[in-house]
């Protein structure tokens, strides 16, 4: 039985936003780690690693967004690039040193060697192999020892250092822990570049060599990646390392089954957080994409879905978005979020609404009395509009028709002489009470009409929280203030 501790990471490549399909794997790995921990499997690690080994296309400010998105779906990593560890650097850019000494490694026991191919003469090779409609497959050749001279005294060609793909490999076999063996021809591999001519490693190259020097025991990564497992597997073959477990977890598909793109909205982890999720909720709705709980749990913390989580329970088929899903899943979530957390999410979508006048508990109250129905924290804004300082809004067409009925003004009229002087503020209740009683005393008028009156007076709609909470959240000034006008 293998007893190494479990050493899992997330290697995401700082060319874009944190996307769903790298947080949804970050998230398996995280929860895979936690499970370890919890079942007393010892240590168990989760590395960030940032593979930016394409410097034109990685930029600093994904590295930023890559922290902030995982941070805030509580996905704390024990080593990466800020932290540190025992197996610094985490950032493929700093770790050249390392490349280099295994490919040289590879290159003296004659498991590589230098290319000296240009670009124009590797693009006619495969415009040959498509001319004559074969698959395109590197075409080895040996260099005599003055044809190697004369290279290496040429400025066009810079060598790359290809790896030397063995002869009658056969069947490289992957025993994948999500997809069971898949079986890959070698003789279908051609050999393939380890390091560029500029010096960078090639992703196989760099990837293989950091699993092995961070001691990683399983990777867990999307299916788009299995197509290069066979290579890697040769690598670490050539390495005499020992393999990682692999697990290739499906994609995330939209709706229509095609790739999720930015054709059907968000696919950054911070624009679902700016639309107003939830990133606990959010992180709940990722776990269940691809992965289900053995006890059909839909609605629970990260601890408690880590554990649950073994990876033969990561779905074979692809996993598709479900946005409603995702709505009430974010509905659920802020209705039975405790207030003070729920404020603190709620802050960033309240700016444009000057609750000023109130104080947190009172906010705190406000959020509760709106947040049934919501499914999103961007609906906040509308749903508290009327609490806030800025002139009541009457325009809403359910205002003006509730305003163009005859009953209204004399119902308001009744309701500002007679029980607004009586009125109990002391609490939602008493107010309750009050309100009730006034409307029962106009009968044969109905209770409704009596009720959106005086709502559309104070919040300028007929729908929204509980009407006596409106009043005692609103208080007996601005209550006064919107009866009269
Ligand atoms: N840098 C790769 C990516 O962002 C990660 C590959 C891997 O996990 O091995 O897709």
């Given at each position: 039985?293998?007893v190494s501790p479990v050493r899992v990471r997330?290697?995401?490549?700082?060319?874009?936003?944190?996307?769903?399909?790298?947080?949804?794997?970050?998230?398996?790995?995280?929860?895979?780690?936690?499970?370890?921990?919890?079942?007393?499997?010892?240590?168990?690690?989760?590395?960030?690693?940032?593979?930016?080994?394409?410097?034109?296309?990685?930029?600093?400010?994904?590295?930023?967004?890559?922290?902030?998105?995982?941070?805030?779906?509580?996905?704390?990593?024990?080593?990466?690039?800020?932290?540190?560890?025992?197996?610094?650097?985490?950032?493929?850019?700093?770790?050249?040193?390392?490349?280099?000494?295994?490919?040289?490694?590879?290159?003296?026991?004659?498991?590589?060697?230098?290319?000296?191919?240009?670009?124009?003469?590797?693009?006619?090779?495969?415009?040959?192999?498509?001319?004559?409609?074969?698959?395109?497959?590197?075409?080895?050749?040996?260099?005599?020892?003055?044809?190697?001279?004369?290279?290496?005294?040429?400025?066009?060609?810079?060598?790359?250092?290809?790896?030397?793909?063995?002869?009658?490999?056969?069947?490289?076999?992957?025993?994948?822990?999500?997809?069971?063996?898949?079986?890959f021809d070698a003789s279908l591999i051609g050999?393939?570049?380890?390091?560029?001519?500029?010096?960078?490693?090639?992703?196989?190259?760099?990837?293989?060599?950091?699993?092995?020097?961070?001691?990683?025991?399983?990777?867990?990564?999307?299916?788009?990646?299995?197509?290069?497992?066979?290579?890697?597997?040769?690598?670490?073959?050539?390495?005499?390392?020992?393999?990682?477990?692999?697990?290739?977890?499906?994609?995330?598909?939209?709706?229509?089954?095609?790739?999720?793109?930015?054709?059907?909205?968000?696919?950054?982890?911070?624009?679902?957080?700016?639309?107003?999720?939830?990133?606990?909720?959010?992180?709940?709705?990722?776990?269940?994409?691809?992965?289900?709980?053995?006890?059909?749990?839909?609605?629970?913390?990260?601890?408690?879905?880590?554990?649950?989580?073994?990876?033969?329970?990561?779905?074979?088929?692809?996993?598709?978005?479900?946005?409603?899903?995702?709505?009430?899943?974010?509905?659920?979530?802020?209705?039975?979020?405790?207030?003070?957390?729920?404020?603190?999410?709620?802050?960033?979508?309240?700016?444009?609404?000057?609750?000023?006048?109130?104080?947190?508990?009172?906010?705190?109250?406000?959020?509760?009395?709106?947040?049934?129905?919501?499914?999103?924290?961007?609906?906040?804004?509308?749903?508290?509009?009327?609490?806030?300082?800025?002139?009541?809004?009457?325009?809403?067409?359910?205002?003006?028709?509730?305003?163009?009925?005859?009953?209204?003004?004399?119902?308001?009229?009744?309701?500002?002489?007679?029980?607004?002087?009586?009125?109990?503020?002391?609490?939602?209740?008493?107010?309750?009470?009050?309100?009730?009683?006034?409307?029962?005393?106009?009968?044969?008028?109905?209770?409704?009409?009596?009720?959106?009156?005086?709502r559309a007076a104070v919040s300028g709609r007929?729908?929204?929280?509980?009407?006596?909470?409106?009043?005692?959240?609103?208080?007996?000034?601005?209550?006064?203030?919107?009866?009269?006008?």
């Open positions: 039985m293998d997330i290697a995401p490549s700082p060319t874009g936003n944190l996307h769903v399909g790298t947080a949804r794997t970050a998230l398996f790995n995280y929860l895979f780690a936690q499970h370890a921990k919890h079942t007393g499997h010892g240590e168990a690690t989760f590395i960030l690693r940032i593979e930016d080994t394409d410097l034109d296309r990685s930029e600093a400010q994904y590295v930023d967004d890559i922290y902030e998105g995982l941070r805030l779906l509580g996905l704390q990593w024990d080593e990466g690039p800020d932290i540190g560890g025992p197996y610094a650097p985490y950032v493929q850019s700093e770790r050249g040193e390392f490349y280099q000494r295994y490919a040289e490694r590879l290159l003296e026991k004659g498991l590589a060697y230098y290319c000296y191919k240009t670009q124009a003469e590797l693009d006619a090779e495969k415009e040959r192999a498509v001319a004559e409609k074969r698959p395109y497959l590197y075409e080895r050749v040996q260099w005599t020892a003055a044809e190697l001279d004369a290279f290496k005294l040429d400025p066009n060609r810079k060598p790359s250092i290809r790896f030397r793909v063995p002869e009658n490999r056969g069947s490289i076999l992957l025993d994948d822990l999500v997809r069971g063996e898949v079986p050999d393939f570049v380890l390091m560029k001519s500029n010096g960078t490693p090639a992703y196989n190259f760099a990837c293989v060599v950091d699993d092995i020097t961070m001691v990683i025991s399983h990777v867990i990564r999307g299916e788009d990646h299995i197509s290069n497992t066979p290579k890697q597997i040769l690598i670490y073959e050539a390495l005499a390392a020992k393999l990682p477990a692999f697990a290739h977890v499906s994609m995330i598909l939209a709706p229509d089954r095609s790739k999720l793109s930015k054709r059907y909205g968000a696919t950054a982890v911070a624009e679902f957080i700016r639309q107003g999720y939830l990133p606990e909720a959010f992180a709940n709705f990722m776990t269940l994409l691809g992965w289900s709980s053995p006890e059909g749990t839909e609605i629970a913390s990260l601890e408690t879905f880590a554990r649950q989580f073994t990876l033969d329970r990561i779905a074979h088929s692809p996993a598709v978005f479900d946005q409603e899903k995702l709505n009430w899943l974010n509905g659920m979530y802020i209705r039975q979020m405790p207030l003070a957390e729920l404020r603190a999410h709620a802050e960033r979508y309240l700016r444009s609404v000057d609750l000023s006048r109130y104080d947190i508990p009172m906010v705190e109250f406000i959020l509760d009395s709106v947040r049934e129905p919501l499914t999103t924290l961007s609906q906040l804004p509308e749903a508290v509009s009327y609490f806030g300082s800025a002139p009541l809004d009457r325009s809403h067409p359910d205002c003006v028709a509730v305003f163009a009925e005859t009953e209204t003004a004399s119902i308001l009229k009744a309701f500002e002489e007679t029980v607004f002087p009586t009125l109990n503020w002391e609490s939602p209740e008493t107010l309750g009470l009050a309100i009730k009683a006034f409307a029962n005393s106009l009968k044969p008028l109905k209770m409704k009409t009596v009720m959106w009156a005086i007929v729908h929204g929280a509980d009407l006596s909470r409106i009043l005692f959240i609103l208080g007996p000034e601005l209550v006064k203030e919107r009866l009269l006008g």
